[in-house]
């Protein structure tokens, strides 16, 4: 529950978090954005005490470690900073309303630049519907999978927003990074497609 975990500090790229357990307390930091993140921990936390009350011999300093070291490709990765770029598969509901919470209650920035690319069999108006309030501007765009969703048609569902349509990802990425200020945030969302062929640019 709520009481198991609460988050101490972070900044864009780093959380440090207090984990009551039933063992012990931990201080556990992550790389991982999200205040959600506190919950999983703890989840996590609490199937490892499973494991060493079963006889699995597992340090402190591994569970440390290992929270410190985890990195979860294309979910709430930060990939630049200055504009800071942020990739997250949000693909559902589920996802984008985690995505805006995250965006509104850990980040700081002047301007939302997002970059939008989703499958067409999602249900796409009510994922709009949740990440739009907090937008300034949107690029939507492709993956190349045969399933994406034709981007100038997400720039007729979208409506009164400032909206650029780019076919393709990278396309998509160098437009936002050129509109962006250093202080502007980037998110790159809508499709593990999406994110991955993202990933793939900037690495």
């Not at 039933?22 to 959600?36: C, E, N």
């Amino acid at each position: 529950d709520d009481n198991s975990w609460e988050k101490i500090q972070g900044g864009p790229d780093w959380q440090e978090f207090f984990i009551k357990r039933s063992l012990k307390d931990y201080h556990i930091r992550t790389k991982i954005p999200g205040q959600f993140q506190g919950e999983n921990i703890a989840i996590t936390i609490t199937a490892i005490e499973n494991l060493q009350m079963n006889g699995i011999y597992i340090t402190d300093e591994s569970i440390i470690d290992g929270f410190e070291k985890t990195i979860i490709s294309g979910r709430m990765e930060i990939v630049g900073f200055e504009p800071l770029i942020l990739l997250d598969g949000a693909h559902n509901i589920a996802g984008m309303i985690s995505l805006k919470t995250t965006l509104e209650e850990d980040f700081v920035y002047e301007k939302l630049i997002l970059i939008f690319g989703i499958l067409k069999d999602k249900n796409i108006q009510t994922i709009l519907d949740i990440i739009l309030p907090i937008v300034d501007t949107i690029v939507t765009t492709k993956s190349q999978s045969n399933r994406a969703f034709n981007p100038s048609t997400l720039k007729e569902m979208i409506g009164k927003k400032e909206v650029i349509v780019k076919d393709k990802i990278s396309d998509a990425i160098e437009h936002a990074t050129k509109i962006a200020k250093k202080n502007d945030l980037i998110c790159i969302t809508g499709s593990l497609y999406t994110v991955g062929e993202s990933r793939n640019y900037f690495t």
